[in-house]
């Protein structure tokens, strides 16, 4: 009876280490905040890392182009940015959050053009 309890524990123990996690934030970075925040707009990339081994970042540069096409026809702002890990036993998992707002570029027009036109 004391073997197969030993044996059921160690299997709870071994199972039960898998299921087991760390979470932490290693920075966390934020631009000034823009006075007109409706459309927010938010990215998010992560990577698997085993045995803590990660060779390249690369995986971070779609982060830009993924916020750019959210606000095509603007500028982001207000952006946070989190890269956080989650840690297992023997794997990690990278993730960084970016979230901003989109802020439209009004145009305007140059103090000699308003005077051609107001004199034509």
């Given at each position: 009876?004391?073997?197969?309890?030993?044996?059921?524990?160690?299997?709870?123990?071994?199972?039960?280490?898998?299921?087991?996690?760390?979470?932490?934030?290693?920075?966390?970075?934020?631009?000034?905040?823009?006075v007109n925040r409706s459309k927010p707009v938010k990215a998010?990339?992560?990577?698997?890392?085993?045995?803590?081994?990660?060779?390249?970042?690369?995986?971070?540069?779609p982060l830009v182009d993924n916020l750019k096409s959210q606000?095509?026809?603007?500028?982001?702002?207000?952006?946070?940015?989190?890269?956080?890990?989650?840690?297992?036993?023997?794997?990690?998992?990278?993730?960084?959050?970016?979230?901003?707002?989109?802020?439209?570029?009004?145009?305007?027009?140059?103090?000699?053009?308003s005077r051609k036109v107001g004199r034509q």
């Amino acid at each position: 009876m004391f073997q197969n309890f030993s044996k059921l524990f160690l299997t709870l123990v071994i199972a039960g280490s898998g299921l087991v996690g760390c979470a932490s934030i290693n920075s966390v970075s934020l631009t000034p905040i823009p006075v007109n925040r409706s459309k927010p707009v938010k990215a998010e990339v992560s990577r698997w890392i085993i045995l803590g081994f990660n060779f390249n970042n690369d995986y971070v540069d779609p982060l830009v182009d993924n916020l750019k096409s959210q606000c095509p026809n603007g500028v982001v702002s207000g952006i946070l940015t989190k890269d956080e890990v989650v840690a297992y036993v023997l794997v990690f998992k990278r993730n960084v959050v970016a979230t901003g707002f989109c802020n439209t570029v009004v145009a305007k027009a140059s103090p000699e053009k308003s005077r051609k036109v107001g004199r034509q």
